[in-house]
């Protein structure tokens, strides 16, 4: 970098024009084709208890503007130091974008960080990673036996993308396919997220793609309810709100045409539709979050219609009236429009 004002103005914009060159995590490189750049301290990417996996993402000069020159064919070369001394050397290719791979056994460094045998073995780019993992699959004692066929088993395995970006690991199909065999040897046969290529292989049953129509999880059409935003609708998160009567016949055809369009993206035995991710509750759409199944006046009036028609009567909760039976989630909260109402009450006039 120049080291004086206008000669830093001069090379342009920064992030645009240039990139800040620096050792932190995360942070831009500025990289000349065929130039090694100055090295980076290993220690400054060390997270504690985890093992390094490097993600490497070559940007063109102009790739952060909203056209992006996106690289293809990106061969990234990488050398390990120690003492000034070359102590190993990788090449990792992104055939299809400008991401590629690297585990560095940073695990294994020895005392003070000094590189032992078993980090110079054990680093090596996500290719060979990925095989590696796949032949510790294969030569497992019982690896000849069948692998199951009838029992669906289902996971998530992508990370490819011909781009760059979130969970993009590699731009090389070659290091997911690998990785896809090992997910076979463990019994999976069917997915729900990986690249689109992955889903025409099974379409076309081509490859593993012919082992891995058992199942598939897709998402679905999510919760009715209105999530609470700013528009304030007292609906959100509220099943049983009038409004939301006779839902299920409007999201009758919208579940169909998502069950439509997975099918027709990759068929499989059994479809399942995730509603939502990370198993959340249609309470967290309300003002009052879990508190609401509580707070609410229509979600009391279903949960206790609920309760009898499960055979039960007040007598079994030693109540005298239906009001005081409420979900213990809440129990005592205040629904959003008792807050309001009781901020309105206290508020002094003027
Ligand atoms: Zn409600």
Redesign the pocket.
Known sequence: MPADEAGVRALGVEGKQYFLTSDKWGKSLWLKEGVWSASVPLASMHIPGKRLLLTITVDGMQAREKSPAVLKDVTVELEFLHEGKVIKRLTERGPDGPTVGFRVADDELGPKDTPTPAFVRDTKGLLDYAKERLRFMQTLPWASRPLPKRFAIVTDCFGYKPGSGFAVRTANKEVLLTELESVRELGVNGLRQTPDFVFDLIKEKKGIGKDLSRIRIAIGVGYPVPIWNAHKNLASG?P??PAMRGYEEKEKAQILATLAYVEQQAPADEIWLLEVDEIPSVFDWAPESKS?QST?P??RAAFHEFLRRQGLTLADFGAKRWEDVRSTYGYWSKSYAETVAAAASAAPSS
Request: proline letters at 0%.
């Open positions: 509220c049983y709100n609401h609410c229509y979600c």
